[in-house]
């Protein structure tokens, strides 16, 4: 394994600063210059998406093609149905795929990528719109786009100025700047975005609710109110919840019962099974709606900080009762 030099270290650091720099200078500078003209073609670009009645085909070469991926599917992930297909393979077959539904989204810095521009002629009899994105406006792709993006950037932050640095971070920001404007112009939301990322832990968050991770049945501990502090022992021993729910005799919630309040029964009673269970339990206890958010019952519990939540329906009634634990096995935590 090779080490540095002191002087290597210090240059590498350098490098690294100076090309954060030029890339956040990149970035700044599109911002900028998103006014007038160029600021009228973004908002078309976006009107031309908002209109699209098939899908998003994105499209790009080397560098450009790898962004273009990316942008492929921020675009997918957030509501629009797209896919990337490489340029040279769109000239030998793939570009059936493009439909005069389409709107297709080429990414080249140049803008005279040979193997775009040789497709782009048939992208435009089929009659899909196409939008381009490219550091050179006068170039033949943003001349026959029906909306162009500029996306110049005034230097690589290659030393050499060579390798596609700062005008590849620029072509992603502006594509990621895109999809934004896109979803928010769909009303897209929070629970769309889960529909599509079912498996990660964002889904888990928006898509679980109280009801499908609850215990409900005989799995939910509950004692009735006239019952003794034995019998509210046994059942959270059985049920192995912390605590039972205190019902009276049309199964609506009075209270709770948990190894918390044994605890501080038995710091103020040595004869603490003569106490009534009334009397011992905690009356009124925050319960939560079957049909919220498990995400919600998280917060509700850290913010009251407590580990036990009741289940009921809007008039009291029992429905279930869930725990930190059963939050942390659903991976909603």
Do not use: W
Request: charge should be negative; proline fraction near 4%.
């Amino acid at each position: 394994m090779a080490n540095l030099t002191s002087e290597q270290n210090q240059r590498a650091i350098a490098l690294a600063q100076e090309t954060l720099q030029i890339e956040s200078d990149a970035i700044l500078t599109l911002k900028k210059n998103l006014v007038n003209k160029n600021a009228e073609q973004f908002a078309h670009a976006v009107e031309l998406l908002l209109g699209c009645k098939g899908r998003i085909v994105v499209s790009g070469i080397g560098k450009s093609g790898h962004i273009g991926k990316k942008v492929a599917a921020t675009f997918a992930s957030t509501g629009s149905p797209a896919f990337f297909v490489h340029p040279a393979e769109a000239s030998h077959g793939d570009l059936g795929m493009v439909t005069q539904h389409d709107v297709f989204v080429a990414f080249s810095n140049s803008g005279e990528t040979s193997e775009l521009t040789a497709i782009v002629p048939i992208i435009k009899r089929t009659g899909a719109k196409l939008i381009a994105l490219t550091g050179n406006p006068s170039s033949s792709l943003a001349e026959l786009s029906d909306a162009h993006i500029n996306v110049a950037v005034e230097k690589e932050a290659c030393p050499l100025n060579l390798a596609p640095t700062a005008s590849t971070t620029a072509a992603l920001a502006m594509g990621d700047a895109l999809a934004v404007a896109l979803l928010d112009a769909q009303g897209f939301r929070p629970e769309d975005f889960a529909r599509s990322h079912p498996g990660g832990s964002l889904g888990r968050k928006l898509l679980t609710h109280v009801r499908d991770v609850m215990r409900s049945g005989e799995e939910c501990p509950r004692t009735r109110f006239d019952a003794s502090i034995t019998d509210a022992l046994l059942e959270i021993t059985a049920k192995r919840m912390g605590m039972t729910v205190i019902i009276d005799n049309n199964e609506k919630v009075v209270g709770i019962f948990t190894d918390g309040d044994l605890r501080r029964l038995i710091e103020k009673n040595n004869h603490f099974q003569t106490t009534s269970l009334k009397d011992a339990m905690t009356p009124k206890p925050r319960t939560i709606s079957p049909d919220v958010l498990a995400a919600e019952a998280v917060e509700m519990m850290e913010r009251h900080r407590i580990n036990q939540l009741v289940v009921a329906d809007a008039s009291g009634q029992l429905i279930g009762a869930l725990n930190l634990h059963d939050l942390f096995a659903a991976q909603v935590i």
